[in-house]
């Protein structure tokens, strides 16, 4: 018994191959981003619990504040911190770096966009060049040798 094709046919997507530096570099710039969220998210937090005389001896403000430190260290001293009430106070520095962290944020995703059109750009060119691949060796597969018609007439 013969076995039946059923095997779907190529197409130029399924040809398509993303260069591994154009991959690497997306995932990298995916990291640089998430690391910059989890940091501004952190110095937040950190904002809110000094406002609020939080108990730095919880083990969730001290997690916050421990983590938020290696995020602020390149910042510390800009700024004073101000006073807020009788405990409290507002750290000025950790407002300033979740700035420039923010900055930072639209960079990562302004390369993650160059790096998705250089993607985009590759696959079409790719695509484009197996079209005309095939557009090429199309005719020459199909082509038989025909009589001509004095031939046939004879």
Partial sequence: MAEKNTALPVTP????RIPGYLRISKI???????WTIFGVILLGTRIFLLAF????????????????????APFREIF???????????????LFAIFMY???MWGASALIHYIQRKIDDDTANQEERYRL?????APRASSTPRKSSRAVQQ
């Fill in 13 to 16: 997507k399924d040809q398509v």
């Fill in 28 to 34: 990298a710039a995916y990291v640089l981003y998430a």
């Fill in 53 to 72: 005389s939080a108990n730095a001896t919880t083990p969730f403000v001290e997690f916050i504040y421990r983590t938020s430190a290696d995020y602020l």
């Fill in 80 to 94: 004073p911190p101000k006073t807020l009430g009788e405990t409290g106070y507002f750290d000025v520095a950790a």
């Fill in 102 to 104: 923010l900055l930072f």
């Fill in 133 to 137: 691949l095939a557009e090429h060796q």
